[in-house]
């Protein structure tokens, strides 16, 4: 499994991002699995962003719900996260993190086996 992020950048505090991961190696359309996007901040433990069930359930962390919105493509095998009203305290490297798993889809970094490189989001 390869993962691969895009999207990231410098914005100015209100607007906004698409982040991009395509998935190479999961074959998002017929396995179970999960899609999770973390972040980190310098100084700042890896955090739960958002994260999207194979069957299409999705969970937000508190501080970013109603402003972010993850979403998939199966067919291209891609994940996205849109990030709207973007705020200084966004500022990180976000990842893109996946696992198999037929029931539930962990929030907790030591839990996924396969990650991005990561993408910088700065806003300021």
């Known amino acids: 499994v390869q993962l691969v992020e895009s999207g990231g950048g410098s914005v100015q505090p209100g607007g906004s991002l698409r982040l991009s991961c395509s998935a190479n190696?999961?074959?998002?359309?017929?396995?179970?699995?999960?899609m999770t996007w973390f972040r980190q901040a310098p100084g700042n433990e890896c955090e739960f962003v958002s994260k999207?069930?194979?069957?299409?359930?999705?969970t937000y962390a508190a501080p970013v719900k109603g402003r972010f919105t993850i979403s998939r493509d199966n067919a291209k095998n891609m994940i996205y996260l849109q990030m709207n009203n973007l705020k200084p305290e966004d500022t990180a490297m976000y990842y893109c993190a996946a696992r198999y798993s037929s029931t539930y889809c962990s929030p907790l970094v030591r839990d996924y086996p396969y990650w991005g490189q990561g993408t910088q989001v700065t806003v300021s």
């Open positions: 190696g999961v074959t998002m359309s017929s396995s179970s699995h999960c």
């Open positions: 999207v069930s194979s069957s299409g359930s999705d």
